[in-house]
């Protein structure tokens, strides 16, 4: 199946809607202290999508080493690939590149930072 990715992809929903799909999300997940949402910062998010030929984000469910949530987020070509980055994993400059892909983490929780 051909596709095609574009910076259209998405719109916006209302508040209730947004509060129902959060609420239907705390249900299933009623832990007090479980992790509800990750903040990053416009910094990251640009540097992402200023990456050759990126046309958005595609954002990855994760559970770290650890057991927490994570949210990871991707740069997406127009054909669905994503811009990942160069080279091995254990190599720092990899993840560092602006001439390779760039994965953000590094996000803030909620809670604590709600």
């Not at 770290?64 to 127009?78: A, F, H, M, P």
Request: aromatic letters at 8%.
């Amino acid at each position: 199946m051909s596709y095609k990715l574009g910076p259209d992809v998405g719109k916006p929903i209302s508040k209730e809607i947004a509060e129902r799909w959060i609420q239907n999300h705390r249900d299933k997940h009623p832990h007090k202290d479980e992790i509800r949402a990750r903040f990053f910062g416009t910094d990251i998010i640009e540097e992402i999508l200023h990456q050759d030929k990126c046309v958005g984000i595609r954002i990855y469910y994760a559970t770290s080493d650890e057991g927490e949530k994570q949210l990871l987020l991707v740069g997406t070509r127009e054909d669905g690939t994503n811009i990942w980055p160069e080279g091995s994993g254990h190599d720092h400059s990899a993840v560092t590149s602006k001439a390779s892909g760039i994965i953000a983490d590094a996000s803030s929780p909620c809670p604590p930072y709600c």
